[in-house]
């Protein structure tokens, strides 16, 4: 199952939706589940999949009042006591990092290895993995069960290969 998460910032709420719209179309037309980060608001008005939260966004409880059953996932940072809370919770899967440094944003939490060892051994919730993913680090963290992998910056900052070679050096 491949998903993609709508992670815009800034602008105004009506840019967001036509933006979200169009790839709401797009992701449906190819099977991909659509998430939107940070926003569950956006996630209602969207009729999106899911959402994913920061730990400084909505809890995952009144997530659920609005999107009800919908995918929600939670920002654990490098942390085990925010995976077993986010657990709890009944988050659908957990995302931990960085795993390297982004391209995307500042690494403010580093993860390791050992942090998907262990967050693996407390749960069968689905783990994904974040933070300067690309084609040449990528299979350690598959063979450390992660589930999924959150890449971006490999994918739209890349100044030497176009996003579907980079994708394709992914397979």
Known sequence: ??????RLKHGSLKKKLVIGRKIKRICKKFNVKFLINDDVHLAKKLGA???HLGQKDMSISKARKLIGNKIIGITCHNSIRLARIAI?????????????SSKTKIVKYKASINLLKKA???????????GG?????????LLNKAN????????????????????????
């Open 120 to 130: 693996r051994k407390i749960t069968k919730t689905p783990i994904v993995v974040i």
């Open 49 to 51: 999949d899911g959402c």
């Open 1 to 6: 199952m491949s998903f993609f998460q709508l």
């Open 88 to 100: 709890k919770n009944k988050a659908n899967y957990l995302a931990f990092g960085a795993f390297n």
């Open 148 to 171: 999924f992998l959150a890449i971006s910056g490999y994918i739209w900052k890349n100044k030497k290969l176009k996003p579907i070679e980079a994708i394709n050096k992914l397979k």
């Open 133 to 141: 993913i690309n084609s040449e680090n990528y299979k350690k963290l």
